[in-house]
Nanobody
Framework: QVQLVESGGGLVQAGGSLSLSCAAS????????MAWFRQAPGKEREFVGV???????YYADSVKGRFTLSRDNGKNTVYLQMNSLKPEDTAVYYC????????????????WGQGTQVTVSS
């Protein structure tokens, strides 16, 4: 059974940083694309970034230059380092696993975590 478990969310002031983790079990992530999405209250879930099995990365324009994805295949974990956080980054952050690289749509991903809340105060 594939499981993705996010951790590391919390409350931070604007301009601060947070690091999220997504630990996978039941599957080896080394052959899959791993993405982060987020969903703010009252809004649709949106793409944040993705790292492919060759460790290339692709980001949404809204986070480019502030967020960094990385993966440790040995630990079966993907990370999202978030710097220069803004109140508009407040959302539940989800990690997702898919089989095709550089995909930004929800339906491109087969497995999802439960999410972790990130709140950025102004």
């Amino acid at each position: 059974q594939v499981q993705l478990v996010e951790s590391g969310g919390g409350l931070v002031q604007a301009g601060g940083s947070l690091s999220l983790s997504c630990a996978a079990s039941g599957i080896f992530i080394c052959s899959y694309a791993m993405a982060w999405f987020r969903q703010a209250p009252g809004k649709e879930r949106e793409f944040v970034g993705v790292t492919g099995w060759s460790t290339d990365t692709y980001y949404a324009d809204s986070v480019k230059g502030r967020f960094t994805l990385s993966r440790d295949n040995g630990k079966n974990t993907v990370y999202l380092q978030m710097n220069s956080l803004k109140p508009e980054d407040t959302a539940v952050y989800y990690c997702a696993l898919g089989s095709r690289a550089r995909r930004t749509g929800l339906y491109d991903y087969d497995y999802w975590g439960q999410g972790t809340q990130v709140t950025v105060s102004s």
